[in-house]
């Protein structure tokens, strides 16, 4: 029989935990006060022990100290104050807590740092015992030269070599740790000019160019002065295509002027097409450089709305002709409402492309408006079956109720009681409960991953019923069940939702829709960018709003608070909606992208269609945003009181029309 990898490991926390969770395991509603107390004991003591200190649990009444230890989470109270204290702690307490909990969490990140520990005592020995069994293989690039450091001072040098160069040929500056790793690859003769000139190559690929300067000085003068044009070309690309002419003719002069041809188009599309116009009569490019540097050129030339788009677009070689010039092609073609056009570039999309829903609405409407009442009719009428952003604006285009579809996700109630009490998905559960949301999640996501997709199904109920909507909108999606309208488009914080909308002045539905989009209701979440919280607000911006409405902030701990969040993220939202004269796509990307960019967007004289304008947003992520919230805050709407908000309501023409006072007297109305 063959058992995962995940089963394994879940065995192994079922013996661990078997005592703990055999009382936690039953929903409170069954345990009465005793998980209730559990759970607050924890909450009170928790960070106490992350700080390193004991004596909130040491100071604990004897029952109390009794329940918290057989409370499922009790490894991490205990490993969050072992972390906090490595150090100081004793070696065999903190291997004893790892023999006993080894596989859970709290002990995994507690056997990290303590790896790290032992390599700051210089017990490298140590450190490799740990290295071999829990982290050889995972291709860690500071572990790994850790581990080789290891073998360098244990006399195991010959064991480097394979190793040490993998790690070495990367287009990329590597971890600290891996220079004694190489200083001993150089020393010994290891590290050959071929490997120099290797990874130089990859670091002009990466466009990592002090990275390649650097490289170059061990190899020759030649690399070194190639690298500098390469600097030139990022910090000036205008400039350096200006002085083209005092370049050598060379493969690596021709990948340079294409690399500032493209650095340019991202300021100025027109002037970079002009000045590599101008290269390309001096220097034979390869077929391949031209078409890519052209392709970039005419992509951004119609994501910036420049007269010629369509005509570079459509010439472009065949080679390079992908689908998204093709979609770039068709954009351009509406926003020109060039309806034979587009209909003409529909056609020549792939397959695929050409039956998404986007394509399949725009070449009804075409069809439309040159006359082929019947064929848009059909086409729309298929579309208008579908619930979502495409599929009610076929249904207006027909005047034809909404597809909302609903369906309750049905599961076995034994099946989803017995997963309940499986011991990682009670941590899971508690975990939540307790507000360390982010650790919860990692490990419902490491147990569900190796679920049956009826188990799945199961899940994502268990997790709606507990109110972790992001696990439970995750999984229901992870098996394809879209339908169950309550469960993916739930109204957590309603009475909040709705009392600060209405201060702000907007809907609440919309702006569930951009809670729902942003952070799928995760109180914790933080994005690449730093916008933090549930409706994903930037610091900068939550301490603006907070200041208007002259509110306490106080950084993370205001935006990770969900009511807080909710009240500043909603006077954002209502902050956008006055600054376009209420118009909730402009709005809506505005919350996205920022106002400045929304304002570079807007069309520099008449008005267009909302729905074209929305195509033609330049940021992929913005334009599939401002859909998923339109079509969101139908949805929410119905889900609130069974009425619906036509989507064609919400999309007014697009005009350049700011007015600025309006932003001013928004502020002293709110600061009242």
């Given at each position: 029989m063959h058992v995962s990898i995940g089963t394994l490991r879940y065995i192994t926390i079922t013996a661990a935990l078997l005592v703990q969770t055999s009382a936690s395991a039953q929903p409170a509603g069954a345990q009465g006060a005793g998980l209730d107390l559990e759970r607050r004991l924890f909450e009170s003591v928790y960070e106490s022990a992350e700080r390193g200190e004991w004596d909130a649990v040491a100071g604990l009444a004897a029952s109390e100290r009794d329940a918290l230890e057989d409370y499922v989470l009790w490894p991490d109270l205990r490993g969050a104050y072992l972390r906090a204290n490595l150090k100081r702690a004793e070696r065999r307490e903190i291997e004893t807590f790892l023999d006993r909990y080894g596989v859970l969490k709290p002990a995994r990140e507690l056997r990290y740092r303590y790896a790290l520990e032992l390599v700051r005592r210089g017990d490298l020995d140590a450190y490799h015992d740990i290295y071999a069994s829990y982290y050889q293989g995972l291709n860690d690039a500071e572990l790994d030269c850790l581990a080789l450091q290891a073998d360098i001072s244990s006399g195991r040098g010959h064991r480097v070599a394979g190793r040490g160069?993998?790690?070495?040929?990367?287009?990329?500056?590597?971890?600290?740790?891996?220079?004694?790793?190489?200083?001993?690859?150089?020393?010994?003769?290891?590290?050959?000019?071929?490997?120099?000139?290797?990874?130089?190559?990859?670091?002009?690929?990466?466009?990592?160019?002090?990275?390649?300067?650097?490289?170059?000085?061990?190899?020759?003068?030649?690399?070194?002065?190639?690298?500098?044009?390469?600097?030139?070309?990022?910090?000036?690309?205008?400039?350096?295509?200006?002085?083209?002419?005092?370049?050598?003719?060379?493969?690596?002069?021709?990948?340079?002027?294409?690399?500032?041809?493209?650095?340019?188009?991202?300021?100025?599309?027109?002037?970079?097409?002009?000045?590599?116009?101008?290269?390309?009569?001096?220097?034979?490019?390869?077929?391949?450089?031209?078409?890519?540097?052209?392709?970039?050129?005419?992509?951004?030339?119609?994501?910036?709305?420049?007269?010629?788009?369509?005509?570079?677009?459509?010439?472009?070689?065949?080679?390079?002709?992908?689908?998204?010039?093709?979609?770039w092609r068709a954009r351009t073609s509406l926003r020109e409402q060039a309806w034979l056009r587009l209909l003409t570039d529909l056609a020549d999309m792939s397959d695929e492309e050409r039956s998404s829903d986007e394509w399949r609405y725009w070449r009804a409407i075409a069809l439309g408006k040159i006359g082929q009442v019947n064929a848009a009719q059909s086409a729309l009428e298929r579309l208008a079956s579908e619930r979502g952003y495409y599929g009610f604006l076929a249904a207006d285009e027909l005047g034809e109720a909404y597809a909302f579809g609903h369906s309750a996700l049905v599961v076995d109630e034994?099946?989803?009681?017995?997963?309940?009490?499986?011991?990682?998905?009670?941590?899971?559960?508690?975990?939540?409960?307790?507000?360390?949301?982010?650790?919860?999640?990692?490990?419902?996501?490491?147990?569900?991953?190796?679920?049956?997709?009826?188990?799945?199904?199961?899940?994502?109920?268990?997790?709606?019923?507990?109110?972790?909507?992001?696990?439970?909108?995750?999984?229901?999606?992870?098996?394809?069940?879209?339908?169950?309208?309550?469960?993916?488009?739930?109204?957590?914080?309603?009475?909040?939702?709705?009392?600060?909308?209405?201060?702000?002045?907007?809907?609440?539905?919309?702006?569930?829709?951009?809670?729902?989009?942003?952070?799928?209701?995760?109180?914790?979440?933080?994005?690449?960018?730093?916008?933090?919280?549930?409706?994903?607000?930037?610091?900068?911006?939550?301490?603006?709003?907070?200041?208007?409405?002259?509110?306490?902030?106080?950084?993370?701990?205001?935006?990770t608070d969900p009511i807080a969040n909710i009240r500043l993220g909603t006077a954002y939202l209502g902050k956008m909606s006055d600054r376009y004269g209420g118009n909730r796509v402009l709005a809506t990307a505005a919350y996205n992208a920022g106002p400045h960019r929304v304002d570079r967007w807007l069309p520099e004289d008449g008005a267009i269609d909302a729905r074209i304008w929305v195509e033609n947003i330049p940021y992929n992520e913005t334009r599939r945003y401002v859909r998923r919230v339109m079509a969101a805050d139908v949805i929410f709407q119905w889900r609130v009181d069974g009425t619906v908000r036509r989507l064609r309501d919400t999309l007014p023409l697009v005009i350049r029309n700011l007015d600025t006072a309006a932003d001013d007297q928004r502020v002293a109305r709110l600061s009242r």
């Open positions: 160069r993998g790690l070495w040929l990367i287009g990329k500056s590597q971890v600290d740790e891996c220079d004694p790793v190489f200083e001993f690859l150089k020393s010994t003769g290891q590290l050959t000019d071929a490997d120099y000139r290797e990874r130089y190559a990859l670091a002009v690929k990466a466009r990592e160019f002090s990275l390649a300067r650097w490289l170059g000085r061990s190899i020759d003068e030649a690399h070194v002065r190639e690298a500098r044009l390469w600097l030139k070309a990022q910090s000036d690309p205008e400039k350096f295509l200006r002085s083209h002419t005092k370049l050598d003719d060379s493969a690596a002069t021709h990948r340079q002027l294409a690399y500032a041809a493209e650095r340019l188009t991202y300021r100025d599309p027109a002037l970079a097409l002009e000045l590599f116009e101008a290269v390309q009569k001096r220097y034979r490019f390869s077929a391949e450089l031209a078409g890519d540097t052209a392709r970039h050129i005419a992509l951004w030339t119609a994501r910036d709305k420049l007269p010629n788009a369509h005509a570079l677009l459509a010439k472009l070689d065949d080679g390079v002709r992908d689908d998204e010039v093709m979609r034994a099946a989803l009681d017995e997963l309940g009490k499986r011991p990682e998905f009670v941590r899971a559960r508690e975990l939540f409960h307790v507000g360390l949301d982010g650790r919860g999640r990692s490990e419902w996501d490491a147990a569900v991953a190796d679920l049956s997709a009826q188990q799945k199904k199961a899940a994502a109920v268990l997790a709606d019923r507990w109110g972790w909507h992001s696990r439970a909108i995750s999984a229901a999606a992870s098996v394809g069940q879209y339908d169950d309208l309550s469960l993916r488009y739930p109204l957590p914080f309603r009475s909040d939702f709705e009392q600060h909308a209405q201060t702000a002045r907007i809907s609440p539905t919309w702006a569930y829709g951009i809670a729902r989009s942003e952070s799928l209701f995760m109180r914790d979440i933080r994005s690449s960018a730093g916008a933090i919280g549930l409706m994903q607000l930037m610091p900068s911006t939550g301490r603006s709003i907070a200041r208007e409405l002259r509110l306490p902030y106080s950084g993370l701990d205001t935006l």
